[in-house]
């Protein structure tokens, strides 16, 4: 098989999974199909050095967020999102409505924050491993998860229906 | 709201996002641009060397705002790996030290990933390994690494036959050791390098590729030669240096046995095309040097205590000190 042909195989067959992960890293779909292209065009660059092609998605994964974090790096310090960065409720995200509100929550983190959850919560990738992909120290990971799940209480809790 | 909950939500929103088709006019368009990009870092030459090294200087001072609060650095430089009692850990350029959860040798970093060899086990870049190895080199194009059948993998996947162990590695090329003698493999073939005038009796130290300069370390002299095995420069000192991973600049700064020798302490930056030098002040004894992302670094020690440097062309900026010794680039 050529490279190109298996760069495509490959990219065809993982596409969906990746776009997810990159969605729920960026919380936008723009950003995240930006985010995915970019490093999906870095990894067919480098296709023929990658020598296990078994490994390729991890690698990408990684590649995902440490680009995700290398962005965050350039534009500077972190601050909330007063506007969620794709119009519609959920970001056009199909599911239960009290799923639907703690995502809206989780979207509006910043993203460093965002991304500590998806990594710690979904991926369930312990705190040295989290450090390290988002190049901060562990204490950090421990505070920015800390953090979060602070300001999600409180703002679940403010949602709550009045007795 | 319980972290279960917040498990169940991503979990729901992961499988539930739509996805859009692959936009394959956009994303060949990024592959394109990722190729210059690629071809560009490469291709870096001898006055851009400096240049590049001033510019990673310039923006490492940190920002504030006007609040007063320390803003993270526009283009934030990669992190460098060092070894601290036995593990890889990250230095940032806040002087912190973070984990990286490898330990054993530094071979070098490749796409910001740190590779490392620990027990015949070769790390990274990402998540690959690959075990049996016993000897392995880093360089912009990827790892070169020898098995332990001597089998050579070069960067791109290919496997060479060898009969002697691999020594160096770089973008154009590799090299073998039989004996005392130094065989370069490059695109026009195999060399054999002629180690100075009495090149049979001299016993090469270590050896590196930059570039398509190979620089060897040979009883106390340095010999710089280009892939097909003609000799460019040679001069005695500056065993303790390291050619940059273009070949355009071997820097080497005086060792403990040098400086008792007579040799003048500072670095060195030898330019390989012209053959000038330029000197930059540092004060303490060299134990080793290295490029890491177009940043040179240089380890020094004074009594028991390790110092890490950046330099440039105009100066050393301390990195981080290591008391009690504890500190090397390997």
Not at chain 1, 7 to 32: C, E, I
Not at chain 2, 278 to 291: E, F, M, N, Y
């Amino acid at each position: 098989m050529g490279h190109d042909a298996s760069f495509s195989d490959f990219m065809a067959a993982r596409w969906s999974s990746l776009y997810r992960t990159a969605y729920l890293l960026t919380g936008s779909h723009h950003q995240a199909e930006d985010l995915l292209q970019d490093v999906l065009a870095r990894t067919s660059v480098r296709w023929r050095s990658i020598r296990d092609k078994n490994l390729a998605e991890a690698y990408v994964r990684r590649g995902l967020v440490n680009q995700a974090a290398r962005g965050w790096r350039r534009r500077g310090r972190e601050s909330l999102v007063e506007e969620l960065p794709d119009a519609g409720h959920g970001g056009g995200v199909d599911v239960h409505a009290e799923h639907l509100a703690l995502w809206d929550e989780i979207r509006r983190l910043p993203p460093r924050m965002r991304a500590t959850l998806v990594l710690r919560y979904l991926e369930d990738r312990p705190e040295s491993e989290v450090a390290e992909l988002l190049g901060v120290s562990v204490g950090s990971v421990k505070s920015q998860t800390h953090h979060a799940l602070k300001r999600l209480r409180a703002a679940m809790t403010e949602m709550e229906p009045m007795p | 709201m319980t972290i279960p909950d917040i498990r169940e939500t991503l979990t729901a929103v992961r499988d539930s996002v739509p996805v859009p088709p692959v936009d394959q006019v956009a994303f060949r368009a990024r592959v394109r641009g990722a190729r210059r990009r690629r071809v560009a870092v490469r291709a870096i030459g001898v006055g851009t060397a400096a240049a590049v090294l001033a510019a990673v200087v310039t923006v490492a001072p940190r920002l504030v705002d006007a609040d007063g609060q320390q803003v993270a650095a526009q283009s934030a430089a990669p992190r460098i790996p060092v070894a601290v009692g036995g593990q890889v850990r990250l230095l940032g350029d806040d002087g912190e030290l973070t984990g990286s959860g490898s330990t054993g040798t530094i071979v070098g970093t490749v796409d910001g990933d740190v590779v490392t060899l620990d027990a015949g086990v070769l790390s990274g870049p990402g998540d690959s390994r690959t075990s049996g190895v016993v000897a392995a080199y880093a360089s912009s194009a990827g790892v070169t690494y020898q098995s332990d059948d001597l089998s050579i993998t070069l960067p791109d996947g290919r496997t060479a036959p060898a009969d002697d162990p691999l020594v160096a590695a770089g973008d154009a090329g590799w090299v073998t050791q039989h004996d005392r003698v130094l065989t370069v493999h490059g695109p026009a073939g195999d060399h054999v390098l002629r180690l100075g005038s009495d090149g049979s009796r001299s016993q090469p130290g270590t050896v590196e590729v930059g570039g398509a300069i190979v620089a060897v370390t040979a009883d106390g002299t340095v010999g710089l030669y280009d892939v097909s095995g003609a000799r460019r420069a040679g001069f005695l000192g500056g065993v303790t240096g390291a050619i940059s991973p273009d070949g355009a600049t071997y820097a080497y700064a005086a060792n403990a046995e040098e400086r008792a020798a007579g040799m003048r302490p500072g670095l060195v930056l030898h330019d390989v095309a012209t053959g000038t030098t330029r000197g930059v002040s540092l004060g303490q004894d060299a134990v080793d040097l290295a490029w890491h992302d177009g940043r040179l670094l240089v380890l020094t020690e004074e009594g028991t205590s390790r110092t890490l440097w950046e330099c440039d062309v105009l100066a050393c900026r301390s990195l981080v000190t290591a008391a009690d010794g504890d500190l090397s680039l390997r």
